[in-house]
């Protein structure tokens, strides 16, 4: 079992940008593929984006894609989620999750483990 803490979340305006970090312990982060996904008050969890156990295959929704870069440090056991160009419609709790499969995938209940999530707000 792997435990995730999400941080780096906060206040910006727009068009700036936030750096979030996923720290794991319990077990290697190499064992999983990672993903991060947000959930806006009164929407649904939505994927953002997710990389691969090596790092070497990303995949990044359509709202986010050339605005967000997800990357991991399998030495540090941290998952990151670089942030860039932010926009109001940003604005959500961010989770970062562990998939234990054998595919890259971007749904979230095919997703095992989570962390508590962290609060990025962007404003106009």
């Known amino acids: 079992q792997v435990q995730l803490v999400e941080s780096g979340g906060g206040l910006v305006q727009a068009g700036g940008s936030l750096r979030l970090s996923c720290a794991a312990s319990?077990?290697?982060?190499?064992?999983?593929?990672m993903g991060w996904f947000r959930q806006a008050p009164g929407k649904e969890r939505e994927f953002v984006a997710a990389?691969?156990?090596?790092?070497?295959?990303?995949n990044y929704a359509d709202s986010v894609k050339g605005r967000f870069t997800i990357s991991r440090d399998n030495a540090e056991n941290t998952v990151y989620l670089q942030m860039d160009s932010l926009k109001p419609e940003d604005t959500a709790v961010y989770y970062c999750?562990?998939?234990?499969?054998?595919?890259?995938?971007?749904?979230?209940?095919?997703?095992?483990?989570w962390g508590q999530g962290t609060q990025v707000t962007v404003s106009s």
């Open positions: 999750a562990a998939n234990s499969g054998l595919m890259l995938v971007s749904t979230a209940k095919r997703y095992d483990y």
């Open positions: 319990g077990r290697t982060l190499t064992s999983y593929h």
């Open positions: 990389i691969n156990w090596s790092g070497v295959s990303t």
